[in-house]
């Protein structure tokens, strides 16, 4: 990846117009008011970032911590820091409420350290309701930017150091996608990449098409250059991130399918495990399945959210597939890869849902056997199609359904799991355990968790474990002590 020498930036000269260029010179120069900060206070700097909302929100606070450490501000997990950013999500009301409790929070603790700068960024800020409110009721936020112009962050904080006044920079869309920029990475041995940004299905209870704009797909050079960076680095595993992964390519100047693109991938040496999120089920071709049944590297799990089991609220979500196409799909899915974990999302409670819809939704659950499940409320949202619709069911009726819900996942879950027990297994070794020091925890290709006895030098690397016994949604294993 294209790096620049800060310290070959004039700043005496105006910035760029064009970007990354522009956007390097402004980190070069708030980095030098931060550092006359830093000499003022005798310390170091600080930042927090919480992170709500999807993988893609995680991936885009990695770039905006990217940039900040550019800058020179040091991460810190508490938001006691000079510098507190909020990236937000609006996926489901709570989502919002939880952002603007955590805000009241902030705004107290600003009022004992008056040099704080408060940034809000992400999905909720793409909402004019929601902008409006933070600017009439939370006065003290210093910046507001949205999902198009994270790249932008080091000029919009040079603007709120001249200028003294809330610094708002929302685009409505955008055509661009920035390469090149800073970059700061969670793990060592495991990223994220986006292959797309945007989404073009507009499921109608959906709020992310309004808040991500439309659908637009990297260039297969700058993703393959990505990844062959990251290989180099060390990282192993990496998981593909879009909206609708199989709808990669369809807008390039030059077509190209996802699954064409995850062969590419699958030649880079060093990567050893591919995973993608999120599939939609209209959208999965019999080249990807043929492409996961013949690969070595992609992993042997596929999230494919369902939303409802019945074919009639299916039409009315704008999903374009049905209760059978989805089955017939699965079938399709297991034959090709037997031993293949599937996961998906679940919505109680949309309009109209009726008593028989939801039996449906059961029923795929019985049929299927998810791993796991994501299960939600629906949540009205504003400007989708579904906030209008009639029949919006009763709070106490979707309670209700959510926890028969719940339980039939769990109840099949426990069914499907224990696969493995007794064979010997390949683990990316992610973390010490939280309740042992002694124990390391890692994942199967399906993305299983697995815990057993080993050095923490194993963090980071793929070794074979032994899976001694299935405790339900995880294994105990040992490892096999050629590994050590
Ligand atoms: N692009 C992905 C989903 C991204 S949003 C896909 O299509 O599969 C993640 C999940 O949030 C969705 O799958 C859906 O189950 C849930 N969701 C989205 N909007 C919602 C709403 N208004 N109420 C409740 N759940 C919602
Ligand atoms: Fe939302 Fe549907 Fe797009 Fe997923 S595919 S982000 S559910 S509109
Ligand atoms: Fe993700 Fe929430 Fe935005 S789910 S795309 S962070 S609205």
């Not at 507001?144 to 809330?166: P, Q, V, W, Y």
């Not at 799990?301 to 704008?318: A, D, K």
């Not at 493995?420 to 309740?435: A, D, M, P, Y």
Request: glycine share 6%.
């Amino acid at each position: 990846m294209l790096e620049f020498d800060l310290d070959k930036i004039d700043l005496t000269k105006e910035p760029a117009i064009e970007e990354p260029q522009r956007q390097w010179y402004y980190i070069a120069k708030c980095r030098e008011a931060v550092k006359a900060k830093s000499e003022e206070y005798q310390r170091p700097l600080t930042y927090c970032i919480t992170t709500f909302g999807c993988q893609m929100n995680s991936r885009d606070s990695e770039k905006i911590a990217g940039i900040l450490r550019q800058i020179g501000y040091v991460e810190v997990e508490t938001e006691d820091a000079d510098f507190v950013i909020y990236n937000t999500c609006t996926v489901r009301e709570n989502a919002n409420n939880r952002v603007f409790g955590r805000l009241g929070y902030a705004g107290k603790l600003k009022q004992k350290h008056p040099g704080m700068i408060i940034a809000l960024c992400g999905c909720m800020m793409q909402e004019a309701t929601a902008v409006e409110k933070i600017k009439s009721s939370y006065r003290f936020v210093d910046i507001i930017f949205g999902t198009h112009n994270i790249f932008k962050l080091a000029e919009l904080l040079m603007t709120r150091l001249d200028s003294k006044r809330m610094v708002i920079d929302l685009w409505k869309d955008t055509q661009m996608i920035v390469e090149n920029l800073p970059n700061e990475r969670k793990y060592h041995f495991k990223a994220g990449v986006n292959i797309m940004f945007g989404c073009n299905n507009f499921c109608s209870y959906c709020i992310v098409p309004y808040v991500r704009g439309r659908e637009r797909s990297r260039n297969p050079e700058d993703i393959l250059e990505e990844i062959r960076g990251l290989a180099k680095d060390g990282v192993v595993e990496i998981m593909l991130l879009g909206q609708n992964v199989n709808s990669y390519g369809k807008n390039l100047e030059q077509p190209m399918t996802f699954a064409s693109l995850l062969q590419e991938i699958e030649r880079i040496e060093g990567i050893e495990r591919i995973r993608f999120m999120t599939s939609h089920p209209k959208d999965l071709s019999d080249e990807l399945i043929d492409v996961m049944k013949k690969s070595t590297k992609v992993c042997k799990h596929m999230h494919l959210p369902i939303q409802s089991g019945s074919t009639r609220l299916l039409g009315i979500m704008n999903r374009h597939y049905t209760k059978e196409s989805y089955l017939e799909l699965v079938d399709k899915i297991r034959s090709a890869v037997p031993d293949i974990s599937l996961t998906t999302d679940i919505i109680v409670g949309f309009p109209g849902e009726t008593e028989e819809d939801f039996e449906e939704t059961l029923d795929v659950i019985r049929r299927v056997g998810y791993d796991s499940a994501f299960t939600y409320l629906y949540s009205k949202r504003t400007g989708t199609p579904a906030a209008t619709m009639d029949g919006q069911v009763a709070d106490a009726v979707a309670n209700e359904r959510f926890d028969r819900l719940l339980k039939e996942v769990q109840k099949n879950a426990t069914r499907s799991a224990g696969r493995e027990e007794h064979t010997v297994q390949k683990v990316l070794v992610e973390e010490v355990s939280e309740q042992n020091a002694e124990v390391l925890t890692g994942r199967l290709s399906n993305n299983i968790l697995v815990h057993f006895h080993g050095p923490h030098e194993l963090i980071g690397k793929i070794v074979e474990v032994y899976l001694d016994e299935s405790k339900g949604f995880y294994y105990m294993g040992s490892l096999i002590q050629d590994n050590a």
